[in-house]
């Protein structure tokens, strides 16, 4: 049996890609991060390092757990853990001494363009790699393209897949592998011309010797309990791999890189590009592409949010559901991959975040408004204030559903037809709030993509204990993390350290669902085996030839 396939991991976040590709037979090579939050978790995970542990001990040093750049000493973590990544403060000290062995196995906290600076004045690890990585992959931050969030071109952190490349180019690995929102998809208005970023990312890895493949997919479709469409990239290094895979690519996948190809040769030479140049397969819109080298993007089943978190309901004095065959899943493919700090005991992160008697309310509005959708606009035009009333069709719709009225009952409204109605007005206007892309989630579906921040949605159960929002343990759920990875740090924030701090909420937001990235290396394993049946006639040649010489 031949070695694992080794990966360097950039944008490590919490570690859900890493995860992934570990469950699909990759092994660490080493990992970077920027936010020490983000990073606490990773260490506690994968590298049997308890962060906050360390720091609570005076003048100890974490063990694997490096910093490139700090504004303090490695004694001082606990000011490591606080400190803000982005502050343009003077960070003197740096935990690398420019060995290999500074890297092997650890975790770089700090920017990547931090590390593509270092790894230029350390030549010899760059020549200690280089040719011998398999794969790196990551998933650079992504609220500038996201939809959700505020799309802008100019934004410094739509440069860091510009820095992925760079470090790509440093180290040569046969295989690249980019994560991001579907929302790079859209193009931005610059100047009165279309820009396309992924375009741009396709531009800047082509141009450091890789052929990238470009596809839109959804994590549901790999088995993830949350509708997530993503953008992905592959890139396939051409000297010394892609050339040698060709023929096998086009026997096997005929058309999948033929334009990839063509665009490739055109960066490569200086030509023009036109944004048809290149091709991004969509997955989402059609699935005829599910098979051969991608069919690891379709799991056998796609799961609901029932079956991620229906287990963990708080219905008082019921018995509870036994855990799902999607739970079962994720303990089965990701619990062995982890390497903790401290051994799985009891269920972590499942901490109920508290909600006023008011908000439960309206909690309870949303799980009726999720019976009945087509009342939806009339009742969030009240809410928001752009009505003071419902038409009266629309209110005799709700008006046989039971509230959680004020006084702490729960019930219908009382009276005559125009009573009532004049009461569900009245509960509505008291209960407005600014929060209007809040829903209840349907059990019977995947979870919106919209699942970031823990007031995005609250549970569908109808029991009062349930009147809330979702825990981080069943976000990590619908995630597709197993119940034995630790989220750690702060579980909030708030105010202006949302613009820097990456709490336990934040965390499993921005992660790569585990599922995914297991899908994901699965195609990596694949194209090994292209790459390994390639250069197995000139292994044979080669010994054939020293077989000779020695008999000679």
């Not at 990238?212 to 509708?227: S, Y």
């Amino acid at each position: 049996m031949g070695r694992k396939l080794n990966h360097i991991e950039l944008f490590a976040g919490c570690g859900g890609l890493n995860l992934g590709l570990a469950a699909s037979g990759f092994e660490l090579l080493f990992a970077n991060e920027l936010s020490p939050m983000a990073a606490t978790t990773f260490a506690y995970n994968f590298l049997a390092e308890d962060l906050e542990e360390v720091a609570a001990t005076t003048g100890t040093r974490p063990r694997s757990t490096k910093w490139l750049a700090s504004a303090y000493p490695a004694t001082q973590l606990k000011d490591r853990l606080r400190e803000n990544p982005q502050a343009t403060v003077t960070k003197p000290y740096c935990d690398l001494t420019g060995g290999i062995d500074d890297l092997k196995g650890k975790l770089v906290v700090g920017s990547i363009v931090d590390f593509n600076n270092w790894l230029d004045g350390n030549q010899q690890v760059t020549d200690a790699l280089e040719g011998q990585v398999d794969l790196i992959s990551g998933g650079p931050p992504c609220q500038s393209f996201s939809m959700a969030g505020m799309r802008e071109y100019s934004n410094a952190r739509n440069k860091l897949p510009g820095e992925f490349a760079e470090f790509v180019a440093k180290l040569r690995p046969k295989f690249v592998l980019l994560e991001n929102v579907s929302g790079i998809l859209r193009p931005f208005d610059v100047g009165g011309k279309k820009v396309y970023a992924w375009i741009e990312v396709a531009k800047a890895f082509a141009s450091k010797q890789y052929v990238p493949l470009c596809i839109h997919t959804n994590a549901r479709f790999a088995g993830v309990a949350q509708n997530r469409p993503r953008f992905v990239m592959l890139g396939i290094r051409y000297d010394g791999v892609y050339d040698l895979i060709k023929r096998r690519l086009e026997e096997d996948e005929p058309g999948l890189f033929a334009q990839s190809e063509v665009f490739y040769k055109k960066v490569q030479d200086g030509v023009p590009i036109e944004n048809d140049d290149i091709r991004c397969f969509d997955l989402v819109k059609d699935q005829t592409f599910f098979k051969g080298l991608l069919s690891p993007l379709r799991h056998h089943k796609q799961y609901t949010v029932r079956d991620a978190i229906d287990d963990l309901r708080r219905d008082t004095g019921k018995p509870m559901p036994r855990p799902s065959e999607y739970v079962k899943l994720l303990e089965r493919d990701f619990a062995s991959h982890l390497n903790r700090a401290h051994p799985f005991e009891e269920m972590q992160n499942n901490e109920l975040r508290s909600n006023s008697d008011k908000v439960k309310r309206r909690f309870r509005l949303y799980q009726i408004l999720l019976q009945e959708p087509t009342t939806q606009k009339a009742v969030q035009d009240v809410l928001s204030g752009a009505s003071d009333s419902l038409p009266p069709d629309v209110a005799d719709k709700l008006l046989g559903y039971e509230y959680l009225l004020p006084d702490g009952s729960e019930g219908q409204f009382k009276g005559n037809q125009k009573d009532k109605r004049k009461k569900l007005n009245t509960f509505l206007i008291e209960h407005r709030t600014r929060k209007h892309s809040q829903k209840a989630l349907d059990p019977e579906q995947p979870a919106p993509a919209a699942l970031s921040i823990p007031d995005d949605a609250c549970h569908y159960n109808w029991a009062y204990a349930d009147l809330r929002t979702l825990s981080v343990r069943e976000m990590a759920r619908i995630q597709s993390f197993p119940d034995e990875f630790a989220f750690r740090s702060k579980v909030t924030t708030g105010g202006q350290m949302r613009k820097y701090e990456v709490p336990q909420y934040t965390q499993v937001g921005n992660a790569v669902p585990p599922l995914l990235g297991k899908a994901l290396g699965e195609i990596i394993q694949k194209l090994n085996n292209y790459y390994q049946e390639a250069i197995k006639p000139k292994r044979a040649r080669a010994t054939k030839r020293q077989i000779v010489v020695e008999a000679a």
